[in-house]
């Protein structure tokens, strides 16, 4: 068996799109729901946008967006298969498109646990910060480190999928094993096809966030929380649904964030809560 790191619907963004897909564009749709709520001007910054799906859906809606992804391979697939957005490597936790650029940051599908460590997401953070104008929004969707780290382990039982694309069947037996030390959710991710390819052992992991540490940090690098809760969501049973109101509780397995980046004043003015502007 061959071991690997990585994923290997990274690497084949079409297996990607293969085994989950989204016709609805359920995540784009939600993301795009709270930044209208929330009166988001139209440039946007799409954080981890993997095959550009969401990214597509932001443009359509009338948005400026700017996508980035570490994976060339997806980068590619993005720009043949959705086209509209600026397509852009970049490291999420680590990146400068200029101060003040976008009025909102969108980061989907548990990107930002890709930052394993605290200088990661800080660095996150940090850049979110600056690249923000002033009231800009940070919306994020990911797995809920209150749901992993609160059991005793994850299901015992791997979890078994199957799908076929172009002929070839795929089956995958996924293993989940909780770090409480790193406070990261490890996968191990096992691949088999009926094409006489060798089997894939693949490992990859996600941050284990807790919903009171993430709003620390939050506020450390300068962001006002305007909710953070579990469901409904893109991600989550029973599924989101537009107009439908973010909940109260943190309870689930998926988290959804929603914050303003803190705006500053002198005295003796006041600022627009919406745009910044001062008075």
Known sequence: MKHRTGNLLTDRPELYEARFPDPERLAGRWAEDLLRRHGAGPAVLDLGCGTGRDAARLQ??????TATDLSGAMLTHARAHHPGPTYVQADLSRFDFGHGTFDAVVCLDSSLLYCHTNEQLDGFLTSCHHTLAPAGLLVAEMRNGAYFLGRDEPPGTPAVSRFTWQGTTYRSTTTLRVDRAAQLLRRTRRWAA??????????????????????????????????????PGPRTE?????????GTTADGDRLHLIARKTVRISAGHSAHPATGEQS
């Not at 359509?60 to 967006?65: K, N």
């Not at 089997?199 to 919903?211: C, D, Q």
């Not at 029973?238 to 973010?246: E, I, K, L, N, S």
Request: aromatic share 8%; proline share 11%; no cysteine.
């Open 60 to 65: 359509s809606a009338g948005r400026r967006v």
């Open 194 to 231: 009926d094409d006489g390819s060798p089997p894939v052992e693949e490992h990859s992991a996600w941050r284990l966030l807790l919903p009171q540490e993430l709003r620390h940090l939050l506020t450390v690098h300068g962001f006002d929380v305007l909710a953070l809760y579990d469901g």
């Open 238 to 246: 029973p599924v989101w649904q537009p107009g439908a109101d973010p």
